[in-house]
């Protein structure tokens, strides 16, 4: 989420039912193999420096924390300082040892930053509040009189992301001797091995400058999701602290562990195939409904400590992302908890479709775009998202009746959207009925949620929101000079749907290359967003005061490839609770020549692996394990047509891309010749 909504300590009312530690495991973990190494997750809770970013000349023996006990290092005084790197984005509390104190007017500091851009012995980057001087957070101060021995930086002074540490002797010239310097690691605390992932992905990239890109963006993803998941009394505090402070020990929903940075439609996903980790998604969904305007059905757009209101978009995400939860859970008890919360909700949103049938949207807070108030085409592509996915849902709970209302509504909201929003002359939706600008997020969407009438729609708007990129990605007009990764993972996946794998990946080329490799970020975690022109300045005249250290770089909205590479690109999806019903539908037609990936839920294991063919005679191979007693269906991809046999025996005969092949669950091996 973003700053604005639910968050932790990352840069960055009662409930009404008990939320319980509980949650619907896989059944196992991914198979082991060289798509490990690219895993980002530490290893051990306590991580130590992997290199020297910077040291003083009145500075000795700095790489000797480089490791836990490998001597000593000595801050020669008042300015004396250096920086560490611990290698990629960690968070947490730190600790040293104070090994001699020389005078008793002795004190050091430390600053944190994510980017290297703002390392400085005398600031971190801002957490608190953004500020155009970008120096609101300023330092952690360890005050004189140091004490001899093992110190550990306070509860409340919890800093959730950073990859650098600046240590400066403040005190008077007596040197400081210090020693074992360390990161306790804050986010997943309810995991004891944070590399035992329940998915994985590998593949080479035959046209980026890395092979290997693909698969190091897959598990970035995962890994920013992870450090989005944090303990429950680790939330920024509300009000915020005065300049020159912060403070993360509020306490964030109902329960913890919980998710916090990401949106439901794009974070929830990424945890899904990566660590199957839902118990983080229950409690913030939880805390959601928790909170929810008993008489309105208003649901907040934030959990606290911020507990902001007014967001008809957010309100719809949350419904969304209740339907993901119950999607690969099968969680039937906390379903059943929250009904009668859930269905208010859905009532309240559908109250504000007016006569002309559209939503009219007056909570007008959202993901920083501009212009979302009214017959606003990107809020009614999400309530028509909200109103498929309640019909699903209601039909699970055996709420038949209610269940064919809601998918009424769709429909009836189908055909106004497309009256009321579709250019033919342009071939792309408009933001609302008084405007021909024609925004990302609406388009994208649509697409993706299949608000589109027909193939043609998808394939023109996939042709125009390529009109918006510059080098770097995707411009939304709805927030110009801004590249969003949260709009752009939907657009990512559009073009998918819309079958133009070749846009795709030159999307995931342009933007995501950019930001997993640029020195200015982590290389570990994905930033918030950028400028057109890649700086750190996001949203820097949309809220963000001019403030470049306040943009986040573990920002979960900004995995949205992780659970497309699965979802698309390798093709294994589940479609019904638990993965009861799956899809196989690959998309071969990128810099890809094999990919294989796989994820668990309660019901077991679902793998695949594919390969084009080196010959003429066989166009692709797949071989396919889903768990027995599931069936799913395979979808040939574009430009593949033939014969196709299972386990040796012909299903289709002169099958052609796009037929579907009926399958059911096991291990299967698909060929097309």
Known sequence: MTHETQESTLKGSSGFYI?????????????????????????????YATSIRHVEPTVSGSENLLSGDHGSTILNGNGAWLT??????????ISMNFDSINSSSSSISLAFTESPMFISPNLSDDSSFPIATMNYDGVFSVPAPLSSGFWTQPAFALRGGFRFLTIASTGDNAP?????????????????????????????DLEFEDEDFLTKLWYAGAYTVQTNTVPVNTGRQVPFESQGHWANNATLGVAGPIIVDGDMGIAVPTQFVSTFDLIPTRNALSTMFANINPQTGALPE?????????????????LIGSYNYYLYSGDDEWLNTIWPNYTLAVAFIEGKVDSSGLLNVTGLRDWARQGGGGHNSEGNAILYKVLTTATALASYAGHTTLSLAYSANASALKTTFNSAFWMPEVGMYRDNTSTTLTPQDANSLAVLFNVTLNDTQKELISEGLERNWVELGPVPPELPDTISPFISGFELQAHFVAG??????DLLHREWGYILYTNLSVQSTLVEGLTANGSLYYRYYQGYNDDAAYTSHSHGWSSGPTSALTFYVAGLSITAPQGAEWSLAPHVNGPTSSVEAGFGTALGWFGVAWERGESEETALILDVT?????????TLPKGVSGTVEVNGTVVAQDAQEGQVVELQGGILQIMIS
């Open 176 to 204: 400081v001797v210090i020693s074992n310097v360390s990161c306790a690691i804050s986010f997943m605390p309810h995991v004891d091995d944070m590399t035992a992932y329940t998915g994985y992905f590998y593949a080479k």
């Open 19 to 47: 939320v319980i530690s509980q949650c619907y495991h896989s059944s196992r973990s991914s198979p082991s193999g060289p798509w490990d190494s690219f895993n980002y997750a530490p290893t051990t809770r306590t991580v």
């Open 302 to 318: 934030s959990g606290p400590p911020l507990s902001q209101l007014g967001s008809d978009t957010y309100h719809c995400w949350t």
């Open 626 to 634: 889903t768990p027995e007693g599931t069936a799913g269906a395979f």
């Open 500 to 505: 133009n794998d070749t846009r795709a990946f």
């Open 84 to 93: 560490l790197d611990f290698g990629k984005e960690v968070g947490g509390l």
